[in-house]
């Protein structure tokens, strides 16, 4: 079982990422619906993983990314990222990020990719 953050600026995609994650055994011990709030929650709640959009306001997933790292280097982060812009992807995997899972969400390759991360 991992705890984590689930962060992404549609209430919508943060729902339905909850009930796959609950309905797979994990603990959702936050949310954030952008990046300067998921840096936040991460300090406050310190998950085993964060699931963290892309495109947000305030602060994107990528700089989100590279603001959790900078202050825990081990930080597992699985970005979630729509059809197309798999050169955001690639940005992010760059600034550390450990994974991605693609929209619109399937349920197994995202427990999947939960369970590769908790046992990395």
Known sequence: MARILVTDDAAFMRMMLKNILTS?????????ENGEQAVEQYGTHAPDI?????TMPVMDG???VRAIRAKDPNAKILMCSAM???NM???AVK?????????PFDSTKILNEITRLLNA
Do not use: L, Y
Request: aromatic letters at 4%.
């Open 24 to 32: 797979g055994g994990h603990e959702i011990v936050a949310e954030a």
């Open 95 to 103: 600034a550390g990020a450990k994974g991605f899972i693609v929209k």
């Open 89 to 91: 992807v690639m940005d």
């Open 50 to 54: 964060v699931t963290m959009d892309i």
């Open 62 to 64: 990528i700089q989100a």
């Open 84 to 86: 197309g812009q798999q």
